[in-house]
Every structure is written in C-alpha cells, then in structure tokens.
C-alpha cells in the first residue's frame, strides 16, 4: 500500500505544467495584504538541515494561536521523525545516499508533523533553537554560535567518544551544547544515556521539559490538498479569512525563474504571508516567508546557485507570481480556527 501511495504521490508531483490551466486570480480579488504587518514572526534560517516544514509549521501554529513566543521547528521536526513515515522514507533515502546515513532524519510532511505536536504542546524556540546552537568550550568557557546541523553531527562525534570511554565525564568533555535547561553535566548524561538514534529524541524531552506549554483550547481545523486548478480560489479565500496558508513547491525556481526543473530533491515548505497586485504584469503575486534567513544572499547548499537576479526578495521574503509559482505547487495547507 504504501509503494502505491508513493507512486501516485510521484505521478502528481510530476505532471505536466500544461495537464490542467489554473484559474488566475483578478485584480479585485488579489488585494493587499501582508501579515507580517500585522503579526510580524523572526525570520530563522534552516541552513543545511531539510526542516522547511517543521519551520513552516511552526510559523503556521505560531500566527494560528497568536503565540506570543516563537514555536520551536526543531522540537515539531525531532518528534516528527518518530512517525511511521519519516522513518520509512529516511531509511530508503540512506539507502541510496549513504552520506545522509550520518545525518539526522530530514524531510517531512506539513500536515502530519502539525497533527502530530498539537496533542503534546509546543516547545519555545528559546528552549530549543532551530537554527543554531551555542557551543561552549569547557576550558575558556567561551561560546559560540553553530548551525544545526553541525551541532548534530559533531554531537554525535562526542557521544561516540563518551561511548569508547574517551571521556569519562562532563568535567573531561572538551566542549558542550548549552541550552536553556542543559547544562554541561545534563548534556553529558544525554549523550552517555542515549544512542545515536535516540540522542535527539532524549535532548528534546530535556531541552523542552518545564517549558512545554499547551495550545489554546481552540479548536482547529487541518485542511491538506493536492493542487487543482482552483488552488488559489482557495488560498485567496483562506487569505480574506485571515488565515495564511502554506504550500508545498518546487523550489528550483528560486535558482532558474525561467527554466525551472522539478526534480523532487527540490521540494520545498513555506508560508504564504502576504499578497498583492502587479499591474505591470497584470497578475497577482504572493510573499513567500522563508527559512533562509532575512537576507536575499541564500546559496543552494547543494548547487551552489545564489537566487536568481529575477527573484524579488526581501529581508529575506520572496514575492512569487501566480505564474510562477503554480508550476511549482504540489500541495497546500490551511489552518481553520
């Protein structure tokens, strides 16, 4: 059953652009909006880790229950890669890529990892960083700032020392990962305590202890659907409701805005935050909020291509025509309160 739903993923995200025209979206419908005016959200920086949409999740549950606090993507992506899914696409993706057996499990599915956390909570980004960790020698006692995944990786290096009997102690370790509610013996007993497959799981329960807080008691409703010709009937729709939805693309238009290839290594999650009207190209046109950071200067860690001179970018925000940007769809996401 499983290969069937993977073949038939497959074959959508694989159409033709031209199997089906969408239905453009008129001047007067495409009004002006942009939510980050009305309730501004940090921009984070996923770096090399593929957790868009445990950060596009997270902004989503953020705007959603009008958090005061930002919501931790890494918390919605460590507990995400318990699910079923997660394991069984991770374990076929380091199959074919035996770097990715190094690193922690990547990629996700919006819908599952938001119905996943809102029975447990959410963790603040304050107690569990989603971009970056601070790293903190043990001998100069000086810290610094190191982007996720590097944090993961050499987090592991250091437990497979601990586990050989290099270093026997907290006090013998040559440097840590300091966070809210781990210090330096806690982060020791971690990685003593768990294994490689477990050290994330483990570092989240204690990064997150004490801090975890319930959503609202508000009821929300999670409608998930592939793209269709109406699609952005409904995004518009979601919008004059006051309700952003994300989407799933192909993000390889960032790079060739003109030529871009949909190749499945490029998918993408973000939230669609903002709105409005080119009366040059007489079209409506969507402000896509990233996790790249709030600068226009993004390489693709995999390419090495900057954005395309074309993209329309700021801080980081990237305005994405309907021409453009329907190609790329394969899926969108709207949270109903």
Not at 5 to 26: D, E, M, N, R, W
Not at 56 to 82: F, G, R
Not at 170 to 175: G, N, S
Not at 209 to 223: A, C, L, N, T
């Amino acid at each position: 059953m499983i290969w069937m739903i993977v073949a038939c993923l497959g074959l959508f995200a694989f159409q033709p652009a031209h199997a089906f025209k969408y239905i453009p979206t008129s001047q007067a419908q495409c009004t002006s909006m942009n939510f980050q005016q009305v309730f501004p959200m940090k921009m984070r920086n996923q770096n090399h880790l593929g957790w868009c949409y445990a950060h596009a999740a997270a902004d989503l549950l953020q705007y959603t229950y009008e958090l005061p606090v930002q919501v931790s993507a890494a918390d919605i992506a460590i507990n995400y890669s318990k699910s079923k899914w997660s394991r069984f696409v991770t374990f076929f993706t380091r199959i074919f890529n035996r770097d990715l057996r190094k690193e922690p499990p990547q990629t996700g599915m919006i819908k599952n990892a938001v119905q996943m956390i809102l029975p447990q909570g959410y963790c603040p980004e304050s107690s569990l960083p989603s971009d970056e960790w601070t790293k903190v020698d043990s001998h100069t006692l000086v810290s610094s700032k190191e982007e996720i995944l590097q944090s993961v990786l050499d987090s592991y290096d250091l437990q497979n020392q601990v586990h050989r009997g290099v270093f026997r102690s907290a006090d013998q370790l040559p440097w840590y990962f300091e966070f809210k509610n781990i210090d330096r013996e806690q982060f020791f007993s971690i990685l003593k305590n768990s294994s490689q497959k477990t050290f994330l799981e483990t570092l989240r329960k204690a990064a997150c202890q004490g801090d975890r807080v319930h959503f609202p008691q508000q009821r929300i409703g999670i409608d998930f659907r592939f793209r269709t010709r109406h699609i952005f009937q409904e995004i518009n729709a979601g919008f004059d409701h006051g309700t952003p939805p994300t989407i799933d693309f192909f993000s390889d238009v960032f790079y060739h805005y003109d030529s871009a290839r949909k190749d499945i290594s490029t998918l993408h999650t973000v939230l669609l935050y903002g709105r409005r009207f080119d009366p040059e190209a007489n079209e409506c046109v969507y402000m896509i909020k990233n996790s790249y950071g709030a600068n226009c200067n993004h390489v693709d860690s995999d390419t090495g291509l900057p954005y395309d001179s074309k993209l329309d970018c700021e801080a980081g925000n990237i305005w994405l025509p309907e021409s453009k940007m329907f190609p790329a769809i394969t899926s969108r996401l709207i949270l109903h309160r």
